[in-house]
C-alpha cells in the first residue's frame, strides 16, 4: 500500500483564494519579518508572529505549517521587492546609469531593514532554505542586461565578470549591513567605485 506523501514543512499549506485571505497572508508575512527584527532567531517562532499579526495559531497554521515556511515566503517577498525596484534601471538611458541605479536598489534593500537582512542572509545559508527559496537568478538577468548595452565596457568573459560583480556587490553591502551602516548614499559611492573600476580592468585583461 502506498505511503501518502507528508506536506512539506517548507511549502505553504494552500494560497489565498479571496482578498481578504491574501491580506492575512500578507500580514502574517510582515509580522515574522517585525518578530525577526525585535527577538531575533531565538525569539521567532509561530505563536509570536501570530500575536504579532493579530491572528489565532490556527489561522497561521492554515498557510504555513511552520516558521521555516514563514522564512521562505519571507525571502521571497524580499526578493520580489528588490526586483520590482531594481528592474527600474533598465529604464535609465545609458549602461552606467542603469549600472549605477541598480547598485542603489542592491544598498537601499540592505540598509532599508538592515536587521531584517542580516538575519535572512544568516537563514539563506540553510542549504534547504536557500533551495526552497531560490527561484530565477534576477540580479543576474539585469545585470547581464546592463551590461550588454553599447556604452558598457566590452567584456572578454561576461559570464565570469557578471559573477564577479555580483560577489562584490552583494560582499560589500553585506559586509555594511552587519558593521550596522546607514548611510545610503556613502556605501552606494563606495560600491559604484568598485564595481566601476573593476569593470575597467576587466575589458582591458587579456
Known amino acids: 500500500m502506498r505511503r501518502s506523501s507528508r506536506p512539506s514543512p517548507l511549502k505553504p499549506r494552500k494560497a489565498p483564494s479571496q482578498p481578504r485571505a491574501a491580506e492575512t497572508v500578507a500580514s502574517i508575512i510582515e509580522a515574522a519579518a517585525q518578530v525577526l527584527e525585535s527577538a531575533g532567531l531565538e525569539g521567532f517562532n509561530t505563536n509570536a ?19 521555516d515556511a ?86 572578454k568573459r561576461p559570464n565570469l565578470v557578471v559573477g564577479d560583480v555580483i560577489a562584490i556587490i552583494r560582499g560589500m553591502v553585506d559586509a555594511a549591513g552587519e558593521r550596522g551602516e546607514k548611510d545610503v548614499k556613502d556605501l552606494g559611492r563606495r560600491v559604484r567605485a568598485a564595481v566601476f573600476g ?8 587579456d
Request: glycine fraction near 8%; hydrophobic fraction near 40%.
Open 70 to 155: 514563514l522564512t521562505i515566503a519571507l525571502m521571497r517577498r524580499e526578493a520580489r521587492l528588490f526586483y520590482e525596484d531594481a528592474s527600474k534601471g533598465l529604464d535609465q538611458p545609458t549602461g552606467e546609469a542603469a549600472m549605477d541605479y541598480l547598485i542603489r536598489a542592491a544598498v537601499r534593500q540592505q540598509l532599508r531593514r538592515p536587521a531584517l537582512a542580516r538575519l535572512l542572509d544568516v537563514e539563506e545559508s540553510r542549504p534547504a532554505l536557500r533551495r526552497e527559496a531560490s527561484g530565477p537568478d534576477t540580479f543576474q538577468t539585469l545585470l547581464a542586461t546592463i551590461m550588454g548595452r553599447d556604452d558598457m565596457p566590452r567584456q
Open 198 to 205: 573593476y569593470l575597467s580592468v576587466s575589458a582591458g585583461c
Open 49 to 67: 508572529v501570530a500575536r504579532r499579526a493579530g491572528v489565532s495559531i490556527g489561522s497561521l497554521y492554515q498557510y504555513f505549517p511552520g516558521k
